[in-house]
């Protein structure tokens, strides 16, 4: 038997670009977190590598973002294949996976302008196209949240009427929604926070505590990545 390369898990994953985006933001945030706290405790006269972290973390991010410019494609043809949601049996699953693929399309040429005005390609105010996508990113997640919740519950419904091997499956994928409204709550509070200030906490977290909330989020994303595969869902 063959031996398994060492590292060959993480080449697999970084050979996607899924699998790519998703290590990114996990550093970005662990190194928005690490910099924060050391920043946080940094005394006068020590040498700052909490800054550099930083510094490290917003080049990761603006990776992101360039990235994104690509996803728009992929997005429409999700949407796509959704339509209408016809073949969705819950109505209201329907409209929040509906209202879920809008927020997601318009995110995406908002967040392209907001980055142009920035490199000055175009002239244009990038502070309100920033606040634009963040919103519709915001809304987004309320409607992820909405939308685990109401499987949740269809779900529980489920239970009652299911043999013992469904019944597990049930409960797996209960935990899994689970998991995905405590990964959106964590999301939603970097979202409100990048908001104009005057607007709930906006512009109120640390950046240790934005990278907390973030990491929580990437390692939800990267366990549910690992339980999907291993089970052999999505």
Excluded at 28 to 52: D, F, N
Excluded at 70 to 94: H, I, P, V, W
Aim: aromatic share 10%; net charge positive.
């Amino acid at each position: 038997m063959a031996a398994v390369p060492p590292f060959s898990g993480l080449v697999s994953v970084l050979e996607t670009y899924r699998g790519r985006d998703r290590v990114i933001r996990t550093l970005c945030y662990g190194c928005q977190l690490a910099g924060g706290i050391l920043v946080a405790r940094r005394q006068p006269g020590e040498p700052s590598l909490g800054q550099g972290l930083l510094a490290v973390s917003a080049q990761l991010s603006h990776c992101r973002t360039v990235l994104r410019l690509f996803d728009d494609l992929a997005m429409l043809s999700y949407s796509c294949q959704y339509g209408l949601g016809n073949k969705e049996k819950d109505t209201a699953m329907r409209w929040l996976s509906i209202f879920n693929n809008v927020a997601d399309q318009l995110y995406y040429p908002c967040e392209h302008v907001a980055w142009a005005a920035d490199a000055e390609i175009i002239h244009a105010n990038s502070s309100r196209w920033w606040t634009l996508s963040t919103t519709l990113w915001g809304f987004s997640l309320l409607l992820g949240i909405a939308r685990s919740l109401r499987i949740l519950l269809l779900l529980r419904r489920k239970q009652h009427t299911e043999s013992r091997d469904f019944y597990q499956q049930t409960r797996a994928e209960m935990h899994i929604q689970a998991l995905t409204i405590i990964s959106n709550l964590a999301d939603l509070a970097n979202a409100v926070h990048w908001l104009p200030p005057g607007i709930l906490w906006a512009g109120k977290f640390s950046p240790w505590f934005v990278g907390l909330m973030g990491s929580i989020s990437s390692f939800i994303g990267i366990y549910q990545n690992y339980a999907g595969a291993s089970c052999g869902t999505v």
